[in-house]
């Protein structure tokens, strides 16, 4: 069994590489990944290029880099390979659509003309856009509100077209926001933990009033490889949590973990612009497939936070050079 896995020096793809190879014996990993800002090799530094894990340099919108990473064929391609931070695409949104609706189109004529029998994209729940109450379906209407959302709808909405036009093997899964180990430091999770190590304060846009469906990394990678493998062509799975929680709960709870004092360590600053208020998904389809999410909020927060504080050699090299100007960008105006 090959599997192809685009971004796979990502966040979420990393932490599925390592479990994929640690849970199925007989599998074979290629990585394809582009090693941009967020393509970090150290999230796989644990796992040496071996018989059954190679990796290639190369971005999911070159057609001859896909094509060496496919080589002689693949059972499945898996593309976690996105521009993903919501802030970033506010700022620049145009590598957003090269790598999230070109790539995503690339990857698909490499499907249909090498007859790659599944296509798994990684989508996300923001494609809804805002729900203000409920829970959003996986055949609800897409309402995407960010460049970033917009994009990963773009892309879902090709993958769903080739499956209708050409009979594309597809499957999309929707997760919700992620959070555990090897999280680059610009999501609010690992900002904001790696801030309050640090004895910075933390930004909270607008009222903090915002609520995101919060889901460990291990639960997403479980859930993505349990649609690979028993889910069915053409449908999509919603992937979440079920741990609705206000960014103001969340800053809680990190302040708490991190020894810190709300009064002093938070910043209220301008609000996103175009900030959608709530996301949450109905999981009852992947959970019918047999899958569940494992890791209980309430110890997968504390073990996150225990993990940033173990893994300082990670994060510090990522919060200087390229990042520093960013946050400059992002934060010094607000
Ligand atoms: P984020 O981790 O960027 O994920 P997403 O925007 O994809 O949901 O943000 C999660 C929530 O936290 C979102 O409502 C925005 C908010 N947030 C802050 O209040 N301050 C910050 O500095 C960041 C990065 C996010």
Redesign the pocket.
Known sequence: MRWVVTGGLGFIGSNFIRIALRERPDLEIVNLDAMTYAGNPANLRDIEPARRYRFVHGDIADPAAVREALGDGADAIVNFAAE????RSILDPEAFLKTDILGTHVLLEAVREQKIARFLQVS?D?VYGHVAEGESKEDDNLRPRSP?SASKAGGDLQVLAYHTTFGTPVIITRGS?TYGPYQYP????P??ITNLIDDQT?????D?M?I?DWLHVEDHAHGIMHVLEQGELGEIYNIGGGNGRT?LE?TEKLMHGCGRDIKTHVRH?AD?EG??RR?AIDTAKARALGWKPRVAFESGLPATIQWYRENEAWWRPLKSGEFGEYYKRQ?AHR
Do not use: A
């Not at 993903?84 to 802030?87: L, R």
């Not at 610009?186 to 999770?189: A, S």
């Not at 933390?202 to 607008?206: D, I, K, S």
């Open positions: 993903t931070h919501v802030d996300t923001e970033y926001n610009e999501k609010l999770i900002l904001f933390v930004p909270v846009y607008g903090g915002q995101r960014n969340i600053v996103r900030h959608d996301y934060y």
